[in-house]
């Protein structure tokens, strides 16, 4: 029964929210309507790696390479070829699929530290790489594209079109990963976090979910990158330099690993938290993003789905006991 009324409020909770997001592009300027869509664009990322860390319990400094990997192959696709942006979604997400299992291999063998060192090679290697085929990707100038246009029948501005492809292309990627995780492979991935040894003990080919995890977490990556092309409307290798790798498992810590909240609370303040912190103090930006961060950690611990959720069951508390003490 507690599990049909939580079940009952998450449906809830979701389509409010749903039902708020429709409704913000309409409400807010376009400044802010872009600062919304690169949260769920980030949010997507996210959920990727949440995947990967939260979910599998192996680790990964290189998600920012996926993302700029994704980027670029939208990019290349639309500028050098003039693909239709839409075709750039599947060719994106089965190249970092494609990468993604191709890391996943040496990864097996690998944990903790030196799977972490592993994956931030990837990143460090990615920004020389993508300025060296200039003839590809415009080298350390980047590309500058053409932003998807709103077919005139939406009657939308582009920052609302590009707000609203943001915003499907997320929830298609959560109902994805909430498939993954209901099925037998997310059971057999939580099986792989909690004990490796226990889990393969019980039959889980450890090899072949681990590789998968990282294939799925770098596909969503991908795609997130992809959309982020049609957004910016511009890509360069710098904007996929180390410092993204690292801010997107700051924001996945800080959101919540492993919670379904996680995801889209770290897109959030990897969206807004560093400009945050450069309005605070423009002199060193990166100190107080720091101190952000560890004040977050501090202050909830399982990040801020945890706390959000430890303030819902306050609340309820509250509310039953109100009732209580009226009775």
């Known amino acids: 029964m507690l599990e049909l009324v939580t079940a009952h409020r998450q449906t809830l909770a979701i389509a409010a929210l749903l039902v708020l997001a429709c409704s913000a592009p309409f409400q807010l300027v376009p400044f802010r309507t872009f600062q919304l869509a690169m949260a769920m664009i980030y949010a997507i990322a996210l959920l990727g790696l949440n995947l990967l860390v939260g979910h599998t319990g192996q680790i990964s400094l290189g998600h920012g390479a996926f993302f700029g990997v994704g980027a670029y192959s939208a990019?290349?696709?639309?500028?050098?070829?003039?693909?239709?942006?839409?075709?750039?979604?599947?060719?994106?997400?089965?190249?970092?699929?494609?990468?993604?299992?191709?890391?996943?291999?040496?990864?097996?063998?690998?944990?903790?530290?030196?799977?972490?060192?592993?994956t931030l090679s990837i990143a460090i290697f990615l920004v020389p790489l993508l300025k060296r085929v200039e003839f590809l990707t415009g080298g350390s100038m980047g590309l500058t594209l053409a932003k998807p246009a709103a077919p005139a029948w939406t009657g939308l501005a582009e920052d609302q079109w590009l707000y609203f492809l943001a915003l499907v292309t997320m929830?298609?990627?959560?109902?994805?990963?909430?498939?993954?995780?209901?099925?037998?492979?997310?059971?057999?991935?939580?099986?792989?976090?909690?004990?490796?040894?226990?889990?393969?003990?019980m039959g889980v080919r450890l090899a072949f979910y681990k590789t998968l995890a990282f294939a799925f977490s770098a596909m969503l990556a991908g795609v997130a990158g992809c959309v982020y092309t049609w957004v910016i409307g511009f890509v360069s290798p710098d904007s996929f330099a180390i410092g993204l790798s690292v801010t997107l498992l700051a924001g996945l810590v800080v959101g919540g690993l492993g919670s379904h909240w996680g995801p889209v609370l770290g897109g959030l303040f990897v969206m807004y938290i560093p400009s945050f912190a450069q309005d605070v103090n423009q002199a060193a930006p990166g100190v107080t993003f720091g101190l952000l961060i560890i004040a977050v950690m501090y202050l909830a611990p399982n990040g801020l789905a945890g706390l959000a959720g430890r303030a819902a069951r306050w609340l309820e508390h509250l509310v039953r006991k109100g009732k209580t003490n009226a009775h």
Do not use: C, K, Q
Not at 171 to 186: D, E, K, T, Y
Not at 187 to 199: Q, S
């Open 75 to 118: 990019a290349v696709l639309m500028d050098r070829w003039d693909a239709p942006y839409l075709a750039t979604v599947p060719v994106a997400a089965a190249v970092t699929f494609a990468l993604g299992l191709a890391l996943g291999v040496p990864a097996l063998r690998l944990r903790g530290l030196y799977l972490a060192l592993v």
């Open 171 to 201: 929830a298609v990627s959560f109902l994805l990963v909430a498939g993954i995780l209901r099925s037998r492979v997310g059971r057999a991935l939580h099986a792989i976090r909690d004990n490796e040894v226990a889990a393969e003990i």
